[in-house]
């Protein structure tokens, strides 16, 4: 076997990015289009050719599915990695990788027990801009972590709520509690909570959160800030929002990390591929004091990255880029926050 064979589950707006990706690697291949409405499959038929159908069952049967991709509202994120992971199908899950983590914890062990890959969607692991500030970081150049900074400045339009942002899928799962388990953080601020713990490798020990829905009409929080303590002693803070008038000026936004040699901006201005450093310390190619960019060229497209190192991991039989353990951990972050939010404590990790 040297392609892996994807059934796309959930044919909605991120869908139809990973099926660019997923077309255009040499090792991916889409074999099945899947969604429980048939309007969405109907453009991707046509430019991708993959037999489609409206019920899941179907791509769990299929002999020439090898993995599944699930881009679904996040409450239906486990049960269906579950019958896919016991049909014995390779399950790329779309983040979060669930909404409690029981049902996380459900989802890694029966993917663990039926002998199948479980990754999820996160591409800070693939990221070579990211990829390279962990090894700027493990590798001392900017010291001892002490602070870490994340900005999700965010103005979402109000047809977001009814159809995301390319208004591809009419639907409000994103408003619900129950479907999407959360708003700003466990859809958005997720990622940079991954990319701090990927680039760092620090675990948050408690944390203090404050939530609101201050100005949508949605169920879910537009409104957080956190504190958090790193088991180094690091402290970190995030400040989100979902319905900040404006949202970001494009100064920069990404991640940061401060340490006593050094800090590290991940993503500038949402830029993929690219970080910023300044160093205290000489390097190769700067001088101490001088920020220097950490590109990693000849990237792939859009997301071909995630799903090619999920392919991979397959082929060679080694670790996803990011495992569900992974996406365990980061999971918690955000549920510890939602938790301290609702008692209005500080709140120990590990839950
Ligand atoms: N990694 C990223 O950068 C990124 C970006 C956007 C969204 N996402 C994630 O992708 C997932 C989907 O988000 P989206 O924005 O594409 O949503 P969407 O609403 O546009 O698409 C979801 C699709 O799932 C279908 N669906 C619903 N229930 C289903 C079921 N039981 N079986 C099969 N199909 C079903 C819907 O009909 C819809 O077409 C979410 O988990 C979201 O958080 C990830």
Same mark, same amino acid.
């Given at each position: ?13 991120? @869908? ?323 938790? @301290? ?11």
């Amino acid at each position: 076997m040297s392609v892996i064979r994807f059934g796309v589950i959930g044919c909605g707006e991120i @869908s139809a990015a990973t099926c660019v990706g997923l077309a255009a690697s040499p090792i991916t291949k889409i074999a099945m289009l899947m969604d429980t409405r048939p309007e969405t499959l109907n453009d991707l038929h046509e430019l991708y050719g993959a037999p489609t159908t409206q019920d899941a069952e179907d791509v769990f049967a299929n002999p020439d599915v090898d993995a599944v991709y699930i881009a679904t509202p996040h409450d239906t994120h486990v049960p269906l990695g579950i019958r896919a992971a016991q049909a014995g199908k390779h399950v790329l899950m779309e983040k979060p990788i669930a909404t409690t983590l029981a049902d996380a914890d459900k989802l890694i062990n029966v993917c663990r027990e039926a002998g199948v890959k479980l990754g999820v969607s996160f591409y800070n692991q693939v990221d070579g801009g990211q990829r390279l500030a962990r090894d700027m970081i493990l590798g001392g150049m900017i010291g001892d972590v002490t602070a870490v900074r994340l900005n999700a400045i965010v103005d979402k339009p109000a047809h977001y709520w009814q159809a995301g942002y390319t208004q591809r899928v009419s639907t409000d799962w994103r408003t619900k509690l129950a479907r999407a388990g959360g708003g700003v953080l466990i859809m958005n601020v997720i990622h940079d909570l991954n990319a701090i713990r990927f680039v760092t490798g620090l675990e948050v020990t408690r944390l203090y959160a404050e939530s609101d829905t201050l100005s949508t009409p949605v169920e879910v929080e537009d409104t957080v800030g956190v504190v958090m303590r790193y088991n180094n002693g690091a402290i970190g803070v995030i400040q989100a929002g979902s319905a900040m008038r404006g949202g970001e000026h494009e100064c920069l936004t990404g991640p940061r990390i401060y340490g006593t040699k050094g800090q590290i901006i991940l993503n500038p201005s949402g830029t993929p591929r690219y970080s910023i450093m300044m160093s205290t310390e000489p390097g190769e190619g700067f001088e101490p004091g001088q920020w220097r960019e950490l590109v990693n060229p000849g990237r792939m497209i859009d997301r071909q990255a995630i799903e090619e190192g999920f392919a991979r991991a397959i082929l060679e039989d080694t670790p996803p880029p990011c495992t569900g353990e992974d996406a365990r951990r980061v999971l918690e972050i955000v549920l510890a926050s939602y938790e @301290s939010a609702r008692l209005h404590q500080p709140v120990a990790l590990p839950l």
